[in-house]
């Protein structure tokens, strides 16, 4: 069997505070799977970001401060799966170079790693809100709620969004119509500072802390309360509206799980690769290509799968997302006029068996406040 060569560019980061792109040939095509694998995750990322974002909105959901966190959460996904297309896809996974305009280098770079920070804390408010909710009794009414999540929400799109415009100016297209680094002093602060140690720290680290020390206060607390709120949510709507919370807080359980697990072995490799010396990511240049591209393609597969980890573990979610199929099967087919005098003559059989339910619900209701 004769094995192929498949030609593959890396950022070389040089001992001189300066990085190139290096190009070889490997024996293994690593584009393909980038190809395949990449934009699967791609397409299915941004469809089921689209349909949290429709999801979240609803009344049923949209009034929580948690849902507001998860709303921009998809927002902001979608803006890191969109800069990891243009950047990395195209251009390793089909050949097609948008980088080599300068305002394209410059406004996706700064879309990575501006979007990919507020995701992350995004999350660690969501973690945050969680966090007060099962543990004052007072304060959540101060904190968890929806206008306080858009203030925030404005807050951390700015904040990172002025942290990451040196990005803005940093960038060049070199002779060969790559995005670099700028030459010297910037090169220095972004190769062996910027995306060596602080972006670990900023974008992982933090809120990696945050995060765990909330989730496990989290369990802690939920574990104690459980059988207490059961005894005490009397009413229906109380008992809907605690489901709600304890099915958001499981939302965030599991997505920070996935955080943790899928983005940091990108973040540790950009750190390692800097602190390589120049022969050695020469000598094993396909080896970091390709480790390099599966860490990727962990960090853009946190960002794509939320949608998916909602619709698998919470029930409302499942719920909301059917009932926006039906109504968008509705729309797109109304029914009859057969069908709505059917309907019509339905519920107005049921009127007057409707007014004892009604009256059923009430005595209920006002046996449960006495019982109180």
């Not at 509206?241 to 099915?247: A, F, I, N, Y």
């Not at 970091?288 to 960090?299: A, D, Q």
Request: glycine share 4%; aromatic share 14%; net charge positive.
């Amino acid at each position: 069997m004769v094995s192929s060569n498949w030609s593959t560019t890396l950022i070389i980061y040089h001992d001189r505070n300066s990085s190139t792109n290096y190009t070889t040939q490997c024996l293994f095509d690593i584009t393909a799977f980038l190809r395949y694998a990449g934009t699967l995750t791609v397409i299915l990322g941004l469809i089921g970001n689209c349909l949290s974002i429709v999801i979240f909105s609803r009344k049923v959901l949209r009034s929580r401060s948690c849902s507001m966190y998860f709303l921009a959460l998809s927002v902001s996904d979608m803006c890191v799966l969109i800069g990891y297309t243009i950047e990395n896809l195209l251009f390793y996974g089909y050949g097609i170079q948008l980088l080599s305009n300068i305002f394209m280098c410059k406004i996706v770079i700064f879309l990575i790693y501006a979007s990919t920070d507020i995701s992350n804390y995004f999350l660690t408010l969501a973690a945050i809100d969680r966090c007060i909710l099962v543990s004052h009794r007072t304060a959540h009414y101060r904190f968890c709620r929806k206008p306080i999540a858009k203030i925030f929400i404005v807050i951390v799109v700015i904040l990172f969004s002025l942290i990451n415009s040196h990005f803005l100016y940093g960038f060049r297209v070199d002779s060969t119509g790559a995005c670099l680094p700028a030459a010297t002093e910037y090169v220095n602060f972004y190769v062996h500072h910027y995306d060596s140690y602080i972006d670990i720290i900023k974008t992982v680290l933090i809120p990696f802390l945050i995060i765990f020390i909330c989730n496990i206060f989290i369990i802690i607390r939920l574990t104690r309360k459980q059988s207490f709120l059961s005894r005490t949510a009397s009413t229906r709507r109380r008992r809907r509206r605690l489901e709600k919370d304890r099915q958001l807080t499981g939302f965030l359980l599991l997505t920070s799980i996935l955080f943790i697990i899928l983005s940091l072995p990108s973040e540790i490799n950009d750190f390692l690769r800097t602190s390589f010396t120049h022969q050695f990511q020469i000598e094993y240049a396909c080896q970091l290509w390709i480790s390099t591209t599966i860490f990727i393609f962990l960090h853009q597969l946190n960002h794509a799968s939320h949608f998916y980890v909602y619709t698998l573990s919470g029930p409302i979610f499942r719920q909301e997302f059917h009932r926006f199929l039906c109504q968008y099967q509705h729309h797109r087919h109304p029914p009859s006029s057969h069908q709505k005098s059917n309907f019509f003559e339905h519920s107005h059989g049921q009127s007057a068996t409707s007014r004892f339910m009604h009256h059923d619900d009430g005595d209920e209701q006002r046996l449960s406040f006495f019982l109180k």
